[in-house]
C-alpha cells in the first residue's frame, strides 16, 4: 500500500571549504526537532570522510561522494531523494520530517536547488524550505573575492551563519559583514559561536524565494532550467540527465570550479607518530597554505592508535586536533586524508607524505621525489 506524504521541507546547509558546514550540523543533530531527518552528504574526494565525523552518523546519513552536487553527482542527488520518497511511501522507513542536504564546499548552490525546486517529480514530493550559507570570518573576504561559487553561496542564503570571528580582526569582520549586506541584504547573520545557531529553528526558513534575493539569483536558476531543458533535448549543458561518470579525472566540472583546483586523497596503513605529523601538516601550512583550500584527515597516531586524531584545514588556519572516543569502523583504522587544492601537486604532497611517514619512495613517472633531506621544499626559507 502506497501512502501519501504532504511535500517534506528540503534544507540545503552550505557555505566554502572549511566555513565549518560540517561542524555546524553535528551541534544541529543534536537538536531533538531533528529526529527523523535524512541528511545527505556530498564530498568531493573519492574517500569519504564527512559521514564519519558526522556525530549522529548511521541510517540517516547518505553520502555522495567523488563529485560536485552541482555537476558530476547531481543525477544521484535526484535519485536519492526519488529513493527516499518511495521508501517512506511503501512503508520501509518511517515518514521524514525533514532532508538536509550538506553541499561541497566548492558547490555552486543554484544547480542544487533547481533540483529540488525544478525536477517534475521531486517538486511533488518536497519543497526547498531554506538556504542556510555558512562563511569563515577569516577567509571570507578572500573567498568571494576569488571564487564565484562562494559568492552564489551567499547571495542564495536565507541565513548566513558567519564562523571564526574571535579568530579575525573587528575591523574584517566589519568588512566581510558589508559585503554579505551586499550581496544579500535581507539574510540575517547569525554568530555562529552562539546556543541559537545549534537549534532546529536554524532550518525553519519557509517556503524559499527567489524573488526575496539580488535580481542574479533568479537568473542563475533560470540559467540552469535552461541547462536541464537542453540537456534534456540533445543540446550542452550541466543538467542532471545523461551524465557519464566514468573517467573523470578531476572529480569535478572544470567549467565551473578551475582546472587548477584538484581533489586527491592519501591513504596510509600503518600508525603515524604524532611529532612526524605535526611537522607534515605545519610545513604544508606554511609554506603553500594559500594553495590549500582544504584538507580533512582521520588519523592513527602511534600513540593512541585505539583512538582517532581528527584533522581540519584551511589555507594556513588549523583547527585544534582532536581525538574520537573510538574508531567509527574498528575494523578500519587506516589514516585517510582528503586534500583539495589550487596549484598544489599532487605529486608533491605524497613525496612530501611519504618522506614524513618513513615510506620508501615509489618511483613515479609523473612527479619527482624530494631530496634525502625532507625539508628541501622549494619556497620554503629555513
Same mark, same amino acid.
Given at each position: ?173 566589519? /568588512? ?10 535581507? $539574510? ?26 539580488? /535580481? ?85 597516531? $602511534? ?80
Amino acid at each position: 500500500m502506497i501512502t501519501r506524504f504532504d511535500p517534506v521541507p528540503v534544507s540545503i546547509l552550505t557555505g566554502f571549504l572549511g566555513a565549518g558546514k560540517t561542524t555546524l550540523l553535528n551541534r544541529l543533530l543534536k537538536d531533538p526537532d531533528l529526529a527523523d531527518t535524512a541528511v545527505i552528504i556530498n564530498e568531493f574526494g573519492d574517500v569519504s570522510l564527512d559521514h564519519l565525523l558526522v556525530e549522529s552518523s548511521g541510517d540517516g546519513v547518505i553520502e555522495l561522494a567523488d563529485g560536485c552536487l552541482c555537476c558530476t553527482v547531481r543525477g544521484e542527488l535526484v535519485d536519492t531523494l526519488a529513493d527516499l520518497m518511495d521508501r517512506m511511501q511503501t512503508g520501509k522507513i518511517r515518514p521524514l520530517k525533514r532532508v538536509v542536504i550538506e553541499t561541497t564546499g566548492l558547490a555552486d548552490p543554484a544547480p542544487v536547488m533547481q533540483s529540488v525546486m525544478g525536477h517534475p517529480t521531486l517538486q511533488q514530493s518536497y519543497r526547498l524550505d531554506g538556504m542556510v550559507t555558512v562563511v569563515d570570518a577569516v577567509n571570507g573576504l578572500s573567498t568571494l573575492d576569488h571564487h564565484v561559487e562562494a559568492v552564489k553561496q551567499v547571495a542564495v542564503a536565507d541565513r548566513l551563519v558567519l564562523t571564526k570571528a574571535t579568530l579575525a580582526s573587528p575591523e574584517a569582520v566589519a /568588512a566581510l559583514k558589508a559585503r554579505l549586506a551586499d550581496l544579500n541584504p535581507r $539574510a540575517p547573520v547569525i554568530d555562529g559561536d552562539l546556543e541559537e545557531t545549534g537549534r532546529a529553528a536554524l532550518f525553519a526558513c519557509g517556503l524559499y524565494d527567489p524573488a526575496t534575493k539580488i /535580481a542574479d539569483v533568479g537568473r542563475w536558476l533560470q540559467d540552469e532550467a535552461q541547462n536541464d531543458h537542453d540537456q534534456d533535448h540533445g543540446h550542452e549543458g550541466h543538467g542532471h540527465h545523461g551524465h557519464d561518470h566514468h573517467g573523470h579525472h578531476h572529480h569535478h566540472d572544470a567549467n565551473r570550479h578551475g582546472d587548477d583546483i584538484r581533489s586527491f586523497s592519501i591513504v596510509h596503513d600503518r600508525p603515524i607518530s604524532a611529532m612526524a605529523l605535526d611537522m607534515f601538516v605545519d610545513l604544508i601550512r606554511s609554506a603553500h597554505g594559500e594553495k590549500l583550500l582544504r584538507m580533512k584527515a582521520i588519523v592513527c597516531t $602511534a600513540e593512541r592508535p585505539d583512538r582517532p586524531l581528527v584533522l581540519h584545514g584551511v589555507q594556513q588556519i588549523f583547527h585544534p586536533p582532536e581525538r574520537l572516543a573510538a574508531w567509527p569502523d574498528p575494523d578500519d583504522r587506516r589514516t585517510r586524508m582528503v586534500l583539495i587544492t589550487k596549484g598544489l601537486e599532487e605529486g608533491f604532497v605524497r613525496d612530501l607524505f611519504d618522506a614524513f611517514t618513513g615510506k620508501p619512495a615509489i618511483d613515479r613517472p609523473d612527479r619527482q621525489a624530494l631530496s634525502d633531506n625532507p625539508l628541501a621544499v622549494p619556497g620554503l626559507r629555513m
